[in-house]
């Protein structure tokens, strides 16, 4: 069965302080991973789609890489607004569906 | 450029009340998608449609149906609800399909629908 999990559940950081987030997952034939970012009362915003082992994406302080089994999430001196639950997916064999995470909740104080 | 909206944002229901949550985007997206999101888990997929007339089932399918009458829109309806059915439901579309087409894949997600069964 198709499964995605995150870790560390929650992590707090402080300004400035580099770290990574992962997501582990087992899929028949990866299709696509995904990286959301969640703010409160709010619907995932779409950072990055991965598609083959090796592949890398950057968006300002946010870097996602890619394995065979995993995925990262790299930020790098992070700021307040960097706060948020930071979702993963992954399509794996079932077509139309994402598998998600149950996120990261990461927060940045200064 | 509105992206994906929904309506309404709260609702309160009683047991065996029915109701139907309104999605709608403008971004000419052929696919769209319901998921519910409940604390400590992940998104779930309740249906979703692969263009207009055309809808299938996720993985959380019993207790709601859909209808995908225009592009632009698709709907959510609880027939019967039930207080198991207490979540926040997101809407998404995106303009190609995860798994079958490489690239432009993303969803892009609604605000989200509080809905509280008692």
């Known amino acids: 069965e198709d499964q995605v999990t995150q870790s560390p559940e929650a992590l707090r950081l402080q300004e400035g302080e580099s770290s990574s987030l992962n997501c582990s997952y087992t899929?028949?034939?990866?299709?696509?991973l995904f990286w959301y970012r969640q703010d409160p009362g709010k619907g995932p915003e779409f950072l990055f789609t991965?598609?083959?082992a090796g592949e890398e994406k950057e968006k300002e302080r946010l870097k996602a890489t890619l394995t065979k089994k995993e995925s990262f999430l790299h930020i790098t001196a992070p700021k307040p607004e960097d706060s948020a639950t930071y979702l993963c997916?992954?399509?794996?064999?079932?077509?139309?569906?994402?598998?998600f995470g149950r996120g990261t909740q990461l927060t940045v104080w200064p | 450029n509105a992206g994906v909206t929904q309506t309404p944002k709260f609702r309160v229901l009683k047991t065996g009340q029915s109701m139907t949550l309104l999605c709608a985007q403008d971004?000419?997206?052929?696919?769209m998608y319901w998921y519910r999101q409940d604390p400590g888990m992940g998104l779930r997929l309740i249906h979703y449609?692969?263009?207009?007339?055309?809808?299938a089932k996720g993985e959380v399918p019993d207790g709601y149906n859909v209808s995908r009458l225009k592009k632009q829109n698709f709907l959510l309806g609880l027939e019967s609800a039930a207080p198991s059915q207490t979540s926040v439901y997101f809407c998404?579309?995106?303009?190609?399909?995860?798994?079958?087409?490489?690239?432009?894949?993303?969803?892009?997600f609604g605000p989200g629908t509080r809905l509280t069964v008692t």
């Open positions: 899929v028949s034939g990866l299709r696509g």
């Open positions: 991965l598609y083959s």
């Open positions: 998404a579309s995106s303009p190609r399909l995860a798994g079958v087409h490489r690239g432009r894949s993303e969803q892009y």
């Open positions: 449609s692969v263009g207009e007339g055309t809808t």
């Open positions: 971004m000419n997206h052929e696919y």
């Open positions: 997916a992954v399509r794996g064999s079932t077509l139309g569906r994402l598998y």
